[in-house]
């Protein structure tokens, strides 16, 4: 694990695409842990409108939404106000200016091929400077 690595923000294609492999919040996280550590995970409050706008349009809605309190209850939710938002685009920003793909553009592709047992690294790492 990286000695700066502070913390790890879920992007929601990391948990949708868990989700839909029939992987537990714990699954997802458990192994998250085995590729990077004891280390905090959670989640913005943006992901959380995205998964529930994601039940509202699920055939089976009492599944997912099951699904999303699991994952309420085992990650901080992280609340985005004004200063984050300006953060966010700035860190944007930067990750373009040294090659590294755009955080909007990072999608399940972080997550190994279907048949595979475990994941690859998350799409969001948070680093002290």
């Known amino acids: 694990m990286d000695p700066a690595l502070v913390g790890l923000i879920l992007d929601s294609s990391v948990i949708i695409t868990g989700e839909r492999r029939g992987y537990s919040v714990r699954k997802i996280l458990e ?3 085995a590729t990077h550590g004891d280390i905090e995970m959670g989640v913005s409050v943006v992901t959380i409108v995205e998964l529930t706008h994601g039940i509202q349009r699920a055939a089976d809605e009492q599944r997912r939404q099951a699904f999303v309190d ?6 901080h939710v992280h609340p985005v106000n004004l200063e984050i938002a300006r953060l966010a685009g700035r860190v944007e920003v930067s990750r373009l200016a040294v090659g590294s793909p755009s955080l909007s553009k990072i999608s399940s592709s972080v997550l190994p091929p279907y048949n595979s047992g ?10 002290s400077t």
Do not use: A
Not at 70 to 75: G, H, K, P
Not at 118 to 127: A, G, H, K, N
């Open 31 to 33: 192994q998250l842990q």
């Open 118 to 127: 475990s994941m690859s690294q998350p799409p969001m790492c948070v680093t």
């Open 70 to 75: 699991e994952l309420i209850r085992d990650v």
